[in-house]
């Protein structure tokens, strides 16, 4: 299993219910699990990484206090990974740039893009995230509806590359997507819940934070609750976040609220998240104490994950005669 974030602000409830709690549910039941920080794709849509070694340490921290055991897992950065970033060459010959252009999560974005210009690594992004997902012959990942198209593009890479080269026998596995209960958590704007757009909770806000941002979500005038994700987005993403703190129906949790309106079901939404995340911060709190052992994590992950990056990218080099 292999999923990876971008290290550009802390993690938010969209991540932890998207993905994370898929992955330490994996990892528990033994499954070989890598977990990626992408440090490189944060220049993707920016032109300076502002203060990234320490967002690379606040990702680890959040991982932890997540439950992602490093004893179970890989928890590596992709830049550290020599070989899986050369996967990119032969990738990048497997697609046209017009293909690339059409991509719907480049697109998107590009939109929400804070660069000068669109750089060139904006364009090589999935062709990024296809070597990253192709190293480890994962396949298996964890990951929210964004990644859909992303992962597709990984999928067609791999059946590329075997087609052209795999005379011998196919290099690369297609991996699946594993969706959650919450594909796609909307953020305080209504928007997806995104670290970028100034619309997330993040698992390291304090409660009275946690309270004022849920406060200033985005609802509908409609005032009695209802659960409909089609007709009332805003709302249902709320109720959904607290169904899934409380481990209830979203159905119920909407039929509870009912008359209360929108005030009465952000209050209950703080309640919640407040109440699920308050083991998971006060976690993050004391590992944070000492930070020297977050470099000691990666140092260990990224030393696991050279040798697998290194014979995958001879298998390649061997499948397309270039293994001199
Ligand atoms: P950025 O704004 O930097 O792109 P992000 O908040 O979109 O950050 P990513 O690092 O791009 O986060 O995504 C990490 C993982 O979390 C991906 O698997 C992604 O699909 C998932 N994820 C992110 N936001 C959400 C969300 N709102 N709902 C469900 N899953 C999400
Ligand atoms: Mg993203």
Do not use: W
Request: net charge neutral.
């Amino acid at each position: 299993m292999l999923t990876g974030d971008r290290p550009a602000g802390r993690l938010h409830l969209g991540y932890y219910f998207g993905t994370l709690q898929n992955r330490a549910r994996l990892q528990d039941l033994a499954v070989n699990t890598f977990m990626l920080i992408v440090d490189y794709q944060v220049l993707a849509d920016r032109d300076v990484a502002e203060n990234l070694s320490g967002n690379v340490e606040d990702l680890v921290l959040d991982y932890l206090a997540v439950g992602l055991d490093p004893a179970k897992s890989t928890i590596y950065s992709h830049s550290a990974v020599p070989a899986l970033n050369q996967l990119l060459l032969p990738f990048l010959s497997l697609v046209s740039v017009a293909g690339l252009g059409r991509n719907p999560t480049i697109k998107d974005e590009i939109k929400h893009s804070q660069q000068s210009a669109v750089s060139g690594l904006m364009f090589t992004y999935p062709l990024h995230q296809a070597a990253d997902m192709l190293f480890c012959k994962s396949n298996l990942v964890p990951v929210g509806q964004d990644q859909l198209p992303h992962l597709e593009f990984t999928r067609t890479i791999a059946r590329r590359f075997n087609r052209r080269y795999g005379v011998g026998g196919d290099v690369f596995l297609e991996p699946e997507a594993l969706l959650s209960s919450a594909p796609l958590l909307l953020g305080t704007d209504g928007g997806k819940m995104s670290k970028s757009r100034g619309n997330a909770i993040a698992l390291a806000d304090g409660a009275d934070e946690t309270a004022r941002l849920i406060r200033g979500a985005k609802t509908d005038s409609i005032r009695h609750i209802t659960y409909d994700p089609l007709v009332r987005p805003e709302v249902a993403s709320l109720i959904l976040l607290a169904a899934l703190c409380q481990k209830l129906d979203p159905q119920d949790v909407a039929e509870e609220v009912g008359s209360g309106g929108s005030g009465e079901l952000k209050k209950v939404v703080t309640e919640s998240v407040n109440e699920h995340l308050a083991p998971i911060r006060a976690r993050r709190a004391e590992l944070g104490r000492d930070r020297s052992h977050l470099r000691d994590i990666l140092k260990q992950g990224n030393q696991h994950a050279n040798p697998i990056a290194e014979r995958t990218l001879g298998q390649v080099r061997e499948a397309m005669g270039t293994s001199y």
